[in-house]
């Protein structure tokens, strides 16, 4: 992936020296209603079956509403097959409440904990302040794999309740800046040179095929930092 080929090659350069607006619907109350009558011995099964195991919660961050199932349409990181993802990252959850359109994640774990870096001017703002989301639970994590570290996936469908719905997804990511769950480094802090590799990068594979989704979002924000 684009992104991927951007951290790797940042990496190389670096290396050679050159909750007041978070609330629970009526339904996902009374479904957490339901889930908190299960015995404390089904609620921490290591077999699966229940919606939380060994106390680790599973999440699928999403723009739209409404969602009582989570459709295996994505791509799996292991081998291309479609798959439904679930996260134990809360942070990662809110991070995907977002577009297709605007499908650019520049984030990852370090030391255990996620640092978040913008790559142009406000990127974190612009791209979830105001915006609302809804973080999905799954009813069952009998058939979640492991596949790469806070990533779980299911090959097939996998039903889900709703069990936040985020008002402002850029508050949330700040409260949990506050809390230490995420480190945020703004476009600012960040060496200039790295930056311009990193929009002249884009630049010169802005016609890549798996661009085309959210081409439009990469050309508005790097066109004027690009050489």
């Known amino acids: 992936m684009i992104l991927a080929a951007i951290q790797t090659m940042i990496l190389a350069a670096r290396r ?99 640092h978040y870096f913008e790559r142009f001017p406000d990127q974190l703002k612009v791209m979830y302040d105001g915006k609302e989301g809804f973080l999905y639970r799954p009813t069952s994590s009998a058939n979640l794999k492991n596949t790469k570290g806070h990533t779980w996936e299911n090959s097939e469908d996998v039903p889900v309740i709703l069990w936040e719905h985020i008002a402002n997804v850029y508050a949330e990511i700040i409260k949990e800046e506050t809390a230490g769950h995420v480190i945020i480094h703004r476009y600012a802090e960040i060496d200039p040179d790295e930056q311009k590799m990193h929009a002249n990068y884009i630049r010169d594979h802005l016609n890549d095929p798996e661009c085309a989704a959210y081409r439009d979002f990469l050309y508005r924000h790097f066109s004027p930092l690009w050489d």
């Open 16 to 114: 050679s020296g050159s909750t007041s607006d978070t609330f629970f619907t009526e339904k996902g109350a009374e479904d957490r209603a339901q889930i908190k009558g299960l015995l404390p011995h089904d609620l921490n099964k290591s077999d699966g079956g229940t919606i939380m195991e060994q106390g680790v919660f599973f999440y699928h961050g999403s723009v739209i509403g409404g969602l009582d199932t989570i459709l295996a349409n994505a791509k799996s990181h292991i081998d291309g097959s479609r798959v439904a993802y679930f996260t134990t990252d809360r942070v990662y959850a809110l991070v995907c409440c977002r577009s297709w359109q605007d499908n650019f994640v520049t984030m990852g774990p370090r030391n255990g904990v996620q």
